[in-house]
Structures are given as structure tokens and as C-alpha cells.
């Protein structure tokens, strides 16, 4: 499984923008796909994850009612739309994506199987 994550850039506060990633699996259905993200100098946390399958979704208490994570099964991609974006929120954006028999919290890093590149999302005041 290959994923490809693009979409970051430089927003003003209060901006949006959307993160795309690109799956290159087709028997997808059963994946958890997440979105983590790294700020300069911190450890890297979790954002957002999605059940491919049935479109359940998680977010962390930080972007909860800002962020939107999503899929289209049609075109195996995932999207993390964020909105009123906040300097806080700069960082590396990732998506990784854990492929059916992996187990544990859908937020710890450790139990996903496939990363991406990282898309770099810098918010300005």
C-alpha cells in the first residue's frame, strides 16, 4: 500500500485548507486511514481517523468541530478539510493508513502500518 498526501501550504488564521491523500490499495475497504501531523519541535500527534468501510470517524479534542476528515471509495482518497486553521496547527500533516489485523488505539502512531510523505501546513498570524 502506497498513500500520497498533498494539499498543505501557507494559510492566514482563520484560513481552511484541504489535505488529499491518495491511496494506492484497491481491496481498501477495511483500512483505518488517519491523519497525524508533527509542529516544529514536538512529537507527532494524532488528528483524525476515518473506518474506510463504514465512514466512523474520530478526532482529537484540539481540532474537534474545525477539522472534517472523509473518503471517496471512487477514487481511494482520503481528505482532511481543515477550517479555521490557528498558528497552533502548523506542523507536518501524515496520513498512514492500518491494513485489517492490526489492533489497539486508533490514535496511537504506533499501530499503523503505512505512512506517506508529509504535506507541510504552516498557518500564519
Known amino acids: 500500500v502506497q498513500l500520497q498526501a498533498f494539499g498543505g501550504g501557507l494559510v492566514q488564521a482563520g484560513g481552511s485548507l484541504r489535505l488529499s491523500c491518495a491511496v494506492s490499495e484497491r481491496t481498501f475497504e477495511n483500512y483505518i486511514v488517519g491523519w497525524f501531523r508533527q509542529p516544529p519541535g514536538r512529537e507527532r500527534e494524532f488528528v483524525a481517523a476515518?473506518?474506510?468501510?463504514?465512514?466512523?470517524?474520530y478526532y482529537a479534542d484540539s481540532v474537534k468541530g474545525r477539522f472534517t476528515i472523509s473518503r471517496d471509495g471512487a477514487s481511494d482518497t482520503a481528505f482532511l478539510q481543515m477550517r479555521g486553521l490557528k498558528p497552533e496547527d502548523t506542523a507536518v500533516y501524515y496520513c498512514a493508513a492500518r491494513s485489517p489485523g492490526y489492533s489497539g488505539d486508533y490514535y496511537r502512531d504506533s499501530t499503523y502500518n503505512y505512512w506517506g510523505q508529509g504535506t507541510l501546513v504552516t498557518v500564519s498570524s
Open positions: 476515518i473506518k474506510w468501510k463504514s465512514g466512523s470517524t
